[in-house]
């Protein structure tokens, strides 16, 4: 069984960014008895600062599901303390390859880019392999730290790549002229 990440974006009004953290840091010891939760991270988006980005990480799909529940039992301590400014977008993505430690292993400060690929009808598998090769690639530049590539699951054909990078700048060097597909990075603050 595949490993599974819940992606979680949305607006946070900016005075709440410490309580988000907070709420955060209350969550994670909770979420630790879940079997098969391997960590969370809080993200901030470097060019919507009101925007965030949660990454949850499952050993499985069983494990995917009970840390929800676990997140959901604890949503009114979110919005008690939390004022978000529109519904969180969340996707659940099973991983298909995981180069290195995996994206978490991004420290506090570092950087997570992200992407979202969508390939033909039936050609998800194609996609997934070429951001594969591409992740190897990237590999050899310096500062990138590790990567995970998947697919949404209840969009097969809609392919999702991260890469966690020590710096913007290592990043930026990962670019290529002219990409088709947008790439959002994140900076980890927690």
């Not at 955060?24 to 879940?34: A, D, F, G, R, S």
């Not at 079997?35 to 499985?60: I, K």
């Not at 097969?156 to 890469?163: N, T, Y």
Request: charged content about 25%.
């Amino acid at each position: 069984m595949n490993p599974v990440l819940v992606l979680a974006e949305m607006p946070l009004v900016e005075k709440d960014w410490s309580s988000a953290l907070r709420y955060y840091q209350t969550i994670e010891p909770t979420l630790q008895k879940v079997s098969g939760f391997l960590g969370v991270g809080l993200w901030r988006d470097m060019d919507e600062p009101t925007q965030h980005l949660v990454t949850y990480a499952y050993a499985n799909l069983a494990a995917a599901e009970e840390g929800l529940e676990v997140v959901a039992s604890k949503r009114l301590l979110t919005e008690a303390t939390v004022v978000v400014s529109g519904p969180a977008d969340v996707t659940r993505v099973s991983v298909v390859h995981k180069k290195r430690s995996g994206i978490l292993s991004a420290k506090v400060g570092q950087f997570l880019s992200k992407s979202v690929r969508h390939s033909g009808p039936g050609y998800g598998d194609e996609l997934v392999d070429e951001l594969d090769r591409i992740f190897d690639e990237l590999a050899l530049l310096p500062g990138y730290l590790a990567a995970e590539v998947g697919r949404n699951d209840t969009l097969p054909d809609e392919v999702i790549g991260l890469a966690a990078w020590e710096s913007e700048a290592a990043f930026k060097t990962s670019l290529p002229p002219g990409a088709l597909y947008s790439i959002k990075l994140y900076r980890r603050i927690f």
